[in-house]
T-cell receptor, first 111, second 118 residues
Framework: KNEVEQSPQNLTAQEGEFITINCSYS?????LHWLQQHPGGGIVSLFM???GKKKHGRLIATINIQEKHSSLHITASHPRDSAVYIC?????????????FGTGTLLAVQP | NAGVTQTPKFQVLKTGQSMTLQCAQD?????MYWYRQDPGMGLRLIYY???????DKGEVPNGYNVSRLNKREFSLRLESAAPSQTSVYFC?????????????????FGSGTRLTVV
């Protein structure tokens, strides 16, 4: 059974700090998503990656397929980055791209 | 704006009442999904539709039914609501495109429906 685990569950940072959120999964995947959810809000897809590294603004996502591990980094964090960050894997061999979700990391960035 | 539209955004039901959550996407995606989100748990798949005309059970289908009305619309019905169905419900749609760097599963979520069953 594929399981997705995130760490930490909760994270508090000061504005400007470099932040790392980790995600590990137990079986082979074809892709991994990083999602962002603001309190009471909808879910937005930040990245989808199947290898290597992707960057968008202050956000960087990396994945190591062999180690079954991915990280989301936020550089120069800002209070507007406060949200729940969720990783979700797409298992290999699925007939359709059903995601398996981690439980999320609640990030609070204080000014 | 292109995306996934869910209605209603909020709903309170009494135990035993029925209701239908509506979802529509205008991105020409083939696959659509219904998830529920509960505190302390990751999103869990209720039902999905890989393509128009097909539907399949996900991880937690009991107490729900779905209809893929056409390519755009995928509805979720609660026939007899129970307090255990109090949750936030998300509809999503996706495509599957192959690019040089690998498969891209374009994935878009609706804004959610907060349902309370009393």
């Amino acid at each position: 059974k594929n399981e997705v685990e995130q760490s930490p569950q909760n994270l508090t940072a000061q504005e400007g700090e470099f932040i790392t959120i980790n995600c590990s999964y137990s079986v082979g995947i074809s892709a991994l998503h990083w999602l962002q959810q603001h309190p009471g809000g909808g879910i937005v897809s930040l990245f989808m990656l199947s290898s290597g590294k992707k960057k968008h603004g202050r956000l960087i996502a990396t994945i190591n397929i062999q180690e079954k591990h991915s990280s989301l980094h936020i550089t120069a964090s800002h209070p507007r980055d406060s949200a729940v960050y969720i990783c979700a894997s797409v298992p290999l061999g699925g007939a359709t791209n059903k995601l398996i979700f981690g439980t999320g990391t609640l990030l609070a960035v204080q000014p | 704006n292109a995306g996934v539209t869910q209605t209603p955004k909020f709903q309170v039901l009494k135990t035993g009442q029925s209701m239908t959550l509506q979802c529509a996407q205008d991105m020409n995606h083939n696959s659509m999904y219904w998830y529920r989100q509960d505190p302390g748990m990751g999103l869990r798949l209720i039902y999905y539709s890989a393509s128009e005309g097909t539907t399949d059970k996900g991880e937690v289908p009991n107490g729900y039914n779905v209809s893929r009305l056409n390519k755009r619309e995928f509805s979720l019905r609660l026939e007899s609501a129970a307090p255990s169905q109090t949750s936030v419900y998300f509809c999503a749609s996706s495509t599957k495109r192959y690019r040089g760097e690998g498969t891209n599963y374009g994935y878009t979520f609706g804004s959610g429906t907060r349902l309370t069953v009393v």
